[in-house]
């Protein structure tokens, strides 16, 4: 039979042959890769080919991220690589001063190195390590459930290849994910301004950086001054990372809250095995589609619900401090108000690679309650002053809460107190909670001494009294 005769599955069974005989001889990746619609690039394609053929010989498990990084760069270098002088000249002297003015702004301290004016593919190899954290609990849930659905759903005659082959099954759909995230990354690096711009630290600890053709793209439509919008991004994207460079417990709390979410989430086995009953893998787009639009992952558990809610309520915080302080610094600017309201809604709304992101992984990482949060911090500035302000993310137990953005007014009160010197004021829940303990205790003690409500009252043992004298009228001696 000719090979234009054979069909898309006999094609794929003689490239199933071919992998599993370590023979890749006359396989064109770039074929590969316009059957396979998924848009990568050759290069990548022959990388993905060699996972397979390791996955074969039993010398390669788990998932490769290199594709990830790969697939990322790919689409982040592909509007060129260099920042012009001119660009890197007038964003070094927007940090310059925006750590002047930040100095003013806040107590925390500056950072150790000068920020940085990276490229697209800089920021990708910078922020791909957390990107990978993030996401691996997913990969490793849906390639689990990739080997399962496929091999429940194989015809009766493939069974045995099937059942020599679950290291193959999980290294094709970790591979697909791991593709998917560096299509997502690729994108972000497209949209981001700066480090800090997802709310997560995603730069390593004490870096800040700008993107130029982004931050170029960003003011287009603003009308607003270029230097005046370099001056702005340039003082919250310093914020942002002094915060995280001086409350250094606070990265691996986000980062661990991330991972809780991530770790709940299961996938929808039905949606999985549907597509398994009908799936071709010579022409995995429907894989691909499945993956990007979320289907396979199913509605959120009420323990998710929460642990995302807790996630929100955090980057809120953390969100509402960087506006407070860039508000504060950017008081010199005409167009800061103008440039904050933009900030503001391009991070409520997000771009088309985060919402493509929150698809892949089920996360959303835009802070709902961003300004009930830049409120309280402003009310606290107004009651306490900056230092005081900066002094709650000394430790975790200081930070404010969730119920604290709901009530600024009760934060204040107890931070006015301990300034003066005084005990903070207490709310009902407290005052609850004290009665509570002292009630417990004094029952405790009672039960020590063998006193109960029930129990009778106990005998005058000494056969006196405080109040009578000491020898009773009847048995007075004669």
């Not at 430790?395 to 003066?420: H, K």
């Amino acid at each position: 039979m000719a090979d234009d005769d054979r069909s898309p599955e006999e094609e794929f069974q003689e490239l199933m042959r071919r992998l599993m005989s370590g023979d890749t001889s006359g396989l064109d990746p770039e074929q590969l890769s316009r059957l396979s619609g998924m848009q990568i690039d050759p290069a990548m394609m022959q990388a993905v080919m060699n996972q397979l053929q390791g996955a074969f010989s039993g010398a390669q498990d788990g998932i490769d991220w290199s594709l990830a990084e790969r697939q990322a760069l790919h689409i982040a270098n592909q509007d060129g690589l260099g920042v012009s002088a001119g660009q890197r000249t007038d964003l070094d002297q927007a940090f310059s001063l925006s750590a002047l003015w930040l100095g003013e702004a806040t107590t925390i301290a500056d950072l150790p190195h000068p920020p940085k004016v990276v490229t697209r593919g800089a920021w990708v190899t910078a922020t791909l390590p957390v990107w990978q954290e993030l996401a691996e609990p997913v990969a490793t849930s849906i390639a689990d459930a990739l080997t399962d659905a496929l091999g429940q759903q194989a015809p009766d005659d493939m069974q045995e290849m099937i059942a020599g082959a679950g290291r193959l099954m999980r290294t094709v759909g970790g591979s697909l994910f791991a593709t998917q995230l560096g299509h997502v990354v690729g994108r972000l690096s497209t949209e981001v301004v700066g480090g800090g711009d997802v709310g997560i630290p995603v730069m390593p600890d004490g870096d800040a950086a700008i993107l130029p053709q982004n931050f170029a793209d960003f003011g287009r439509d603003l009308e607003i001054p270029e230097d005046q919008l370099a001056l702005y991004l340039a003082t919250r994207e310093l914020a942002h990372a002094r915060l995280f460079r001086h409350a250094r417990w606070l990265r691996l709390h986000v980062i661990s809250q991330v991972r809780d979410f991530a770790h709940g989430i299961r996938v929808d086995t039905d949606a999985l095995e549907e597509m398994a009953a009908r799936f071709d893998p010579s022409q995995p787009e429907e894989l691909r589609s499945a993956l990007e639009s979320g289907a396979l992952l199913p509605q959120r558990s009420e323990e998710q619900t929460a642990a995302l809610t807790r996630l929100e309520n955090l980057l809120a915080t953390i969100e509402g401090w960087v506006d407070v302080v860039t508000e504060d610094a950017t008081s010199r600017l005409p167009s800061a108000a103008r440039i904050a309201e933009a900030v503001r809604r391009r991070r409520a709304v997000g771009g088309p690679a985060e919402q493509a992101l929150g698809s892949l992984v089920g996360l959303e990482l835009r802070p709902r309650r961003m300004r009930e949060a830049a409120a309280m911090w402003r009310a606290v500035t107004d009651a306490v002053g900056v230092a005081d302000r900066d002094a709650l993310w000394d430790y975790p137990d200081l930070m404010p809460s969730a119920q604290d953005i709901d009530d600024p007014a009760g934060l204040v009160a107890r931070l006015t107190a301990t300034s003066r010197g005084e005990s903070a004021p207490s709310d009902a829940m407290d005052d609850a909670l004290a009665q509570l303990i002292a009630e417990e205790t004094a029952a405790d003690r009672d039960a020590a001494r063998g006193d109960s409500p029930d129990a009778a009252p106990p005998s005058n043992t000494s056969g006196t009294d405080d109040d009578e004298d000491p020898t009773p009228g009847d048995q007075r001696p004669v």
